[in-house]
């Protein structure tokens, strides 16, 4: 075996490996209900009693959740109440259901093409299929479909948190005389799970470029042809 052909094979090695990891890392954040982690403020109390200062923490209460549901601390000045609650059905009314199950179902994609990915790079580094979509031109789909996939879900969950106010709408659920006011919020784990496997995902595109495969859609040069044949004969 040639030098260019254990490079290649080592190169396609790691970024399977990658591939795997990204796609292990991606099912557990979409399971995991650490997606986010903020602190509603029970403003009707709070305002009945004029709090403020060291009586403030006495009205914060705690909110942590993913994708399927969570865990709220509800705290309005008489002590705390855990409660648990699911997206699906109870919330489906109050959210926007059309973004939250989108990025249930990109973040699916993202697992189910990480690891065909896998498969793909394993397949070419012990073999030459070229010219065929398992080829080169696969693993770079599969990356592409990847990192399309994780950015979708970041600005979908970003936007659904943020302009939407996710964490509010969820306070507020079933709530008659209090209203909930988002006092801090932050994203967890799980969201910034997401984003390393998008950025991984874009390692493995340049990874797969070391390995000597063009980009698609770029005409490659003699001397690059020539050297894909020398590789063929080892």
Not at 18 to 35: F, V
Not at 121 to 138: C, K, R, T, V, W
Not at 168 to 197: P, R, Y
Request: overall charge positive; some cysteine.
């Amino acid at each position: 075996m040639g030098r260019p052909r254990r490079r290649r094979r080592a190169l396609l090695c790691a970024a399977g490996l990658l591939s795997l990891a990204g796609a292990l890392g991606a099912a557990a954040a979409l399971g995991a209900p650490r997606w986010v982690r903020a602190a509603p403020l029970c403003r009707t109390g709070a305002l009945l009693v004029n709090a403020s200062g060291a009586e403030l923490p006495l009205f914060l209460g705690e909110l942590r959740y993913g994708l399927f549901g969570g865990q709220r601390l509800r705290q309005c000045g008489l002590g705390g109440r855990a409660l648990r609650f699911a997206f699906f059905p109870d919330l489906l009314r109050v959210i926007p259901a059309s973004i939250h199950v989108s990025v249930i179902v990109f973040c699916v994609v993202l697992v189910a093409a990480a690891l065909v990915g896998t498969g793909f790079f394993m397949y070419n580094a012990f073999g030459s299929p070229y010219e065929a979509l398992h080829g080169p031109a696969g693993l770079y789909l599969c990356s592409f479909i990847c990192g399309s996939c994780g950015c979708l879900v970041l600005v979908l969950f970003s936007s659904e948190v943020k302009v939407h106010h996710l964490s509010e709408k969820i306070a507020n659920f079933k709530e008659g005389s209090f209203t909930f006011k988002t006092h801090s919020e932050q994203f967890g784990s799980s969201f910034w799970t997401i984003l390393v496997c998008v950025l991984v995902h874009l390692l493995n595109a340049i990874l797969i470029r070391f390995a000597g495969f063009e980009f698609p859609f770029s005409k490659p040069t003699d001397s690059a042809a020539s050297a894909g044949g020398a590789d063929l004969m080892y």
